[in-house]
């Protein structure tokens, strides 16, 4: 039984259609009759959802019948056309009370099936002049507008479906990502806290138990952090908004990516890290932005990489070119696995846990697109390698798009 919204719900999406007035137009002028309309007939209602009136029947859109009065009731039933061109003169509808009731001599009801073979309603015509339709094409003709009707209907349904389950994923996904951002944020204040206590008990206690307490606390601060930063650039980037860069030229570029490095040793001391830097001139970059790629990539290495050789970070530039590459030791990365190293949550094939969200070269990516550069995976039996690489045109503006590529050697 359908309700009265799913009534008007249906009322809609046939007006909606382009092709159903057209479609009514020409079942008038093909068969002569004033009146054709598209009804929608339930078990307790008749209800027209469009119509062609050229004898002023007064049924507009919406307008509703008296089910039990119309012959489209028998048709819901029986689910056959009815046609016939002169009601007076009919052996059948001669005295049925419809024609009288409605004042019309000619009738014409074909019923509109959907995909599912259920019943929908009726293409249907009226006249109060006798009409000559009794043709057998006719029928046929008629009954392909009738499927010509459903069609567009269940068109129109699929795309009001479509753009419904879209809001509501839209809906979802930002406010997903708006919770994940403010509880990324949130959650750097009590972290920060938790760092600056540990570093104070790591400056003051002497070599023991709790100085080695204090540095495993660190530790978990700088992998929270890290985790919260990606988080957080992972929920944007998904928002729409792509990771910014801020292009100006930095003070002291090597300074500060040594920093990074420190930082990293700081928390992984049992870990040897090699920096190799030769800078030859200042160039525009988001300094913060290239001190999070280099983390991110240098993390990803102290992780992955062997525990027993060095992790090498080499920080290049010339007239034309600065690149970043950060080297380790270890079990090749899969084939089959880098080509997707630079999508998120995307992990190595190791076969043991590894901490992480895998989002880390996920936003090292994002950060190297946002700088017109590449960033590029080489692994193989002697080494794996990432390579960030970005053009100096001198003019930021002039940066071209950036790519990320994933090699295997």
């Known amino acids: 039984m359908a309700n009265q919204s799913s009534i008007e719900r249906d009322i809609a999406l046939i007006s909606r259609s382009n092709a159903v007035p057209t479609i009514l137009e020409v079942v008038a002028r093909t068969t002569g009759m004033r009146f054709t309309a598209v009804a929608r007939v339930t078990d307790t209602h008749w209800t027209a959802c469009a119509v062609y009136d050229r004898i002023e029947f007064g049924l507009r859109p919406g307008g509703e019948l008296v089910l039990k009065s119309t012959i489209c009731n028998e048709i819901r039933e029986h689910r056959q056309p009815i046609i016939f061109g002169h009601a007076s003169k009919h052996t059948v509808f001669a005295n049925h009370p419809t ?26 015509a009226i006249d109060p002049a006798p009409a000559k339709i009794d043709d057998p094409e006719l029928l046929k003709t008629l009954q392909l507008f009738a499927q010509l009707i459903a069609a567009q209907y269940e068109a129109e349904r699929r795309s009001d479906a479509a753009e419904s389950a879209l809001l509501d994923a839209q809906s979802t996904a930002r406010l997903r990502d708006q919770f994940v951002a403010v509880l990324g944020h949130d959650l750097r204040n009590p972290v920060q806290s938790i760092s600056m206590g540990a570093d104070m008990l790591d400056r003051d206690l002497p070599d023991g138990r709790e100085r080695r307490i204090a540095k495993h606390i660190q530790r978990s601060c700088q992998r929270m952090s890290e985790l919260i930063s990606n988080i957080m650039d992972f929920a944007l980037g998904k928002l729409g908004e792509g990771i910014a860069a801020s292009m100006e030229r930095p003070h002291d570029l090597a300074s500060d990516l040594e920093h990074v490095v420190s930082e990293i040793q700081r928390a992984h001391p049992d870990r040897e890290i090699v920096v190799t830097t030769s800078l030859q001139q200042a160039f525009a970059c988001d300094q913060r932005r290239i001190g999070q790629l280099l983390g991110n990539l240098l993390s990803n290495a ?76 080489i692994s193989n039996t002697a080494f794996t390698r990432f390579v960030f690489r970005m053009r100096l045109d001198g003019d930021t503006n002039s940066l071209h798009q950036g790519k990320v590529e994933g090699t295997g050697a």
């Open 99 to 124: 024609p009288k009731l409605y004042g019309f001599e000619s009738y014409i009801s074909i019923p509109i099936f959907l995909s599912d073979e259920s019943f929908f309603g009726t293409l249907c």
């Open 302 to 377: 102290i992780t992955h990489g062997s525990h027993t050789s060095p992790v090498r970070v080499f920080i290049l530039s010339n007239a034309s070119h600065f690149e970043l590459a950060v080297e380790n030791a270890g079990k090749p990365i899969a084939e089959d696995t880098i080509d997707r190293l630079f999508q998120p949550f995307t992990r190595g094939t190791s076969t043991s846990p590894k901490p992480g969200l895998g989002l880390g070269l996920y936003i090292a990516a994002e950060i190297a697109k946002a700088h017109g550069g590449t960033l590029q995976a």
